[in-house]
């Protein structure tokens, strides 16, 4: 299954306002992007590692464990009351709008 691009998938000033109006975003969005890696392969580029948290590699690693594995990062940051989901909120919401 091929998926869109981010930039078919959000206009790219309307990101770029959400990022403006809620600092924490794009941490928040990396965080979930870095939890769908496999955690066995490090992220050079960016130079830190895909293990998030302290999952143990896996040689069986497959994409749909990245994708349950952002679902759950992203549901955690939703959940916590530490956790200022404001901006998580409103990008999810401009997803959901783009979708229909």
Known sequence: MQ???SSALVDPSN???LFEQYP???TQLQQVYLSTK???VSDT???VS???DDRPS???WKPEYG???GLRTLDKSLQDENVNSAGLNAFLKLLAEKSL
Do not use: I, K, Q, V
Request: glycine residues 4%; charged residues 30%; proline residues 4%.
């Open 3 to 5: 998926l869109e691009t």
């Open 15 to 17: 990101l770029h306002s």
């Open 24 to 26: 924490d975003l794009r």
């Open 38 to 40: 496999d955690p066995s």
């Open 45 to 47: 580029h960016a130079g």
């Open 50 to 52: 895909n293990r998030a």
């Open 58 to 60: 896996n040689r069986f």
């Open 67 to 69: 994708f349950r594995a």
